[in-house]
């Protein structure tokens, strides 16, 4: 079970994505991040913010020059 916060790295459901905000108990806004570090390309999805906690797993967290 993972906590999102804003500006870390979680996989779900294979892929990676950046946690860009959330609505407790309802959403998690997330962009999707790509292999090649790039935002360009990449994708905005919501997710339900029940499935993302129990689901997700943390593997990193951003860096403060980084696109995203």
Known sequence: MNFPKKK????????????????????????????DNTPEGSHFYSFDWWSFVFNSKHIGTTKKHDAY
Do not use: D, M, P
């Open 8 to 35: 870390e790295i979680y996989e779900y459901n294979g892929k990676e994505y950046v946690v860009l905000a959330q609505t407790l108990f309802s959403n998690v806004y997330v962009q999707e991040l790509l292999k």
